[in-house]
C-alpha cells in the first residue's frame, strides 16, 4: 500500500452508505484495516440503520441522522474503548448498513399439495400460492441471528426459509378453516391475515416482520377442475334435451363440418331404408303394388241406459233395461209409471219412452174390463 494510500484512509472521516439494488439487506462499510476515526462524520439515510461490530461484539446502533462519532453519542462503544479517559486514535470496527424498507413481490407456494375434508367435496387436495413483504424490524437481531459476518447478505438467503415458514402456516389455516373450497376465494383476505399474524412471533425472532401477506389463489386439482367444469356447463345448458338438439342443428346447419357430414349420412341412410322398404314388393323391376286395406273396426257398443222410478213422491234406481223388465213381470211398473234416464227431458211415463216395448208380451186388458 503506498504511502498515498494509507493517508487517504487515515483522513477519510465521511461514512454512508447508497444502494442501487433491490435485494441488498445488509452492507458492510469497507475499510482499510477497519479503521474509523474518532470525529469521523456518519450518514444514516431513511430506510436504513448502521449497526457497530467492535471486536466482534455488537455495540451501537444509529436510526436515520447525521452523526458525528464522539463520546456523546456513542455510548456502548464508549465504554468499550474507554473513551472516557480521553482516547483519542482511530478505532477498528466493523460498521454494518441494515436496509430496513419494505421487500415487496416475494413469491410463496405450496410444493405440494394440502390435503384437508372439505364440507362439500370430502377429502380433497388443494394448492395455494401468493406474495408477501418482509421487513428489518430489530436490526441488532437481524445481524446477529441471520447475517453473521456476511457482508453482502441479500432478500434471497432468507425468503427460502421465510417461505417455508409460510406455506405451514398456509396447510394449517386452510385445514382448520372448516370452509368450502368453493368459498375460499371470497375469504382470502381473512386467511392471509390470519396466516400473517401466526407467524410473526416467529420471524419476530429473526428481527423481521411481515407487513403484507397475500394469498392470490387456492386451486384444485386439474382432474377436479375439469370435473368442476363439466357440472358448471350441464348448469349453464339447462335442459339436456333441449341443449342435444340445439346442438344438433347447429350442426346441420354447418355442412362443411364434420359434424354437418356426419348428421346429412345419418339423414340420408334414414331415407334410403324407407325408400328401400317401399319398393319391396313384387319382383325387380315390376310396380309396387299396393298395400292391402285393412278392415274398418267394430262400432263401438250401443250406451245402455239406466233408468230411475218416481212413486209416491219417493225415487228410486237406477236400474237397468233387464231389470225394468223384471218389474214389469212383477206388475211393478206399469205403463203409466213415471221414469227418467240420462239425456230425457224431465219425467215421462214409461209407455212414452223406449219402456213401451216391454209392455208389448203382454197383451192389454179387454176393453171395458
Known amino acids: 500500500m503506498s504511502i498515498f494510500d494509507f493517508l487517504s484512509g487515515q483522513f477519510i472521516d465521511v461514512i454512508h452508505w447508497t444502494d442501487d439494488t ?16 474518532y470525529g469521523a462524520k456518519l450518514t444514516v ?19 436515520p441522522g447525521l452523526y458525528m462519532l ?23 470496527s466493523e460498521i454494518y448498513f441494515v436496509n430496513t424498507t419494505r421487500f415487496t413481490d416475494l413469491k410463496w407456494g ?8 372439505d364440507p362439500e367435496f370430502g377429502p380433497i387436495r388443494l394448492r395455494a400460492f401468493g406474495t408477501y413483504t418482509i421487513k428489518v424490524a430489530d436490526p441488532a437481531l437481524f445481524l446477529r441471528e441471520i447475517v453473521g459476518t456476511d457482508g453482502d447478505f441479500t432478500a434471497d438467503e432468507v425468503t427460502f426459509q421465510i417461505r417455508n415458514i409460510i406455506v405451514q402456516e398456509v396447510s394449517r389455516a386452510l385445514a382448520a378453516s372448516g370452509i368450502p373450497a368453493l368459498d375460499m376465494a371470497a375469504n382470502t383476505k381473512d386467511l392471509g391475515d390470519l396466516v400473517a399474524k401466526a407467524i410473526d412471533g416467529t420471524v419476530a425472532q429473526y428481527g423481521l416482520t411481515i407487513p403484507e401477506l397475500y394469498i392470490e389463489n387456492i386451486s384444485l386439482p386439474p382432474a377436479v377442475e375439469k370435473a368442476l367444469d363439466e ?46 322398404n317401399m319398393m319391396q314388393t313384387g319382383p ?7 298395400a292391402a286395406a285393412a278392415p274398418p273396426p267394430p262400432p263401438p257398443p250401443p250406451v245402455e241406459h239406466v233408468w230411475h222410478i218416481a212413486q209416491a213422491g219417493q225415487t228410486s234406481g237406477p236400474f237397468s233395461k ?13 205403463r203409466e209409471t213415471m221414469v227418467w234416464t240420462q239425456g230425457q227431458d224431465g219425467w215421462m211415463t214409461a209407455e212414452d219412452t ?16
Open 22 to 37: 433491490r435485494d441488498t439487506m445488509v452492507s458492510r462499510f469497507e475499510r482499510q484495516g477497519h479503521e474509523i476515526k
Open 45 to 63: 439515510r431513511e430506510g436504513q440503520a448502521a449497526v457497530f461490530v467492535h471486536e466482534g461484539q455488537l455495540a451501537d446502533v444509529f436510526t
Open 70 to 92: 464522539e463520546t456523546n453519542n456513542m455510548p456502548i462503544m464508549t465504554t468499550l474503548q474507554h473513551w472516557d479517559h480521553g482516547f483519542r486514535s482511530p478505532f477498528k
Open 110 to 117: 405450496t410444493k405440494n399439495p394440502i390435503m384437508l375434508r
Open 231 to 276: 357440472r358448471t356447463s350441464r348448469g349453464i345448458a339447462g335442459n339436456l334435451d333441449d341443449h342435444m338438439k340445439w346442438k344438433a342443428a347447429e350442426a346441420m346447419s354447418q355442412p362443411g363440418s364434420a359434424a354437418g357430414q356426419a348428421m346429412g349420412m345419418g339423414m340420408g341412410a334414414g331415407l334410403g331404408m324407407q325408400m328401400g
Open 284 to 290: 325387380w323391376g315390376a310396380a309396387p303394388q299396393p
Open 322 to 334: 233387464a231389470a225394468m223388465g223384471r218389474k214389469v213381470t212383477e206388475g211393478a211398473l206399469t
Open 354 to 369: 223406449e219402456l213401451a216395448q216391454l209392455f208389448t208380451v203382454m197383451p192389454p186388458p179387454p176393453p171395458g174390463a
